[in-house]
């Protein structure tokens, strides 16, 4: 059954190729973990966070189409010197797509959320410029992609 399964999923992905789609990225912030309020401390192994706020239908389509999203942090003078994040919003993990949409189920009323994720400074120390995107990908042939936006650091 597994690999029939594979099998439909390969022949679907081959007809119908990747359906890309994009996400806006409105602006992005970097602060100290220690400003950094959250009750669910899954930040603290990390001594930055970043924070971006993105258009909440990017959001529930990214909830609904299953796609596994990550935010790519990097020198904007180097791009191949990379630190790969693994976003929230709230408390819940960006892959925990059900709960991510009955939670933004009752979020009509904004435009823009804020998602999160934590950092090393290790990485943002050396960094003139700190640039920021967004990428991801599904198993049925979503691709996901945000603009490049430089991050503003806060101390």
Do not use: H, W
């Amino acid at each position: 059954m597994q690999r029939f399964a594979f099998i439909c999923l390969v022949l679907f992905t081959a007809a119908c190729g990747v359906i890309s789609f994009d996400v806006e990225i409105k602006d992005a912030l970097i602060v100290e973990s220690t400003q950094f309020d959250s009750s669910a401390n899954l930040y603290r192994k990390y001594d930055q966070i970043i924070e971006l706020r993105i258009r909440l239908s990017d959001v529930k389509s990214i909830a609904s189409r299953e796609v596994y999203p990550y935010i790519n942090v990097f020198d904007c003078e180097n791009d191949e010197n990379t630190f790969p994040v693994f976003p929230f919003y709230e408390k819940i993990p960006m892959d925990e797509f059900r709960s991510l949409e009955r939670e933004l189920s009752s979020s009509d009323n904004t435009e823009y959320i804020k998602i999160f994720g934590g950092i090393d400074k290790s990485f943002t120390d050396g960094i003139e410029e700190i640039c920021v995107n967004a990428s991801g990908g599904s198993y049925i042939g979503y691709m996901m992609k945000s603009n490049e936006l430089k991050i503003k650091r806060e101390s």
